[in-house]
């Protein structure tokens, strides 16, 4: 829930028309709602490689064995909120409103994307 929107009895800002959005400020105190969605994405990669040798040396049994590897790891993580209007069913609607787009709040790692409002 959104308890800091204009609906709310604590707002003491200037009077928010809720049928006519100007701003995203607008859309924010009118929303009793709040899409989020999150993406994590990981990426690991590697190789590895090992040679052994076990040719007798001076008539002593010998097994040599030497490798190498490699891996590499990448991680992203991604915040996106979207304001919405809570149903009666408890689920949330977007608001549909040019200054009401999906906004990444926290991006870690890769560039964020677009993500789809649930």
């Not at 989020?36 to 049994?61: C, M, N, P, V, Y």
């Not at 977007?94 to 409002?117: F, K, Q, W």
Request: hydrophobic share 30%; glycine share 6%; charged share 20%.
């Amino acid at each position: 829930m959104n308890d800091d929107n204009y609906q709310s009895e604590d707002y003491d800002g200037p009077p928010v028309d809720c049928d006519v959005f100007t701003s995203r400020s607008d859309v924010a105190f009118c929303a009793n709602g709040i899409n989020r969605a999150s993406t994590t994405t990981q990426k690991t990669w590697g190789f590895g490689a090992q040679l052994t040798e076990s040719h007798d040396i001076l008539g002593f049994k010998n097994q040599a064995v030497a490798g190498a590897s490699y891996d590499h790891s990448t991680v992203a993580y991604n915040q996106s909120i979207q304001y919405a209007t809570l149903t009666a069913a408890r689920t949330t609607v977007p608001i549909i409103d040019p200054n009401n787009d999906v906004e990444t709040v926290t991006s870690v790692g890769e560039p964020a994307r677009p993500s789809a409002s649930t």
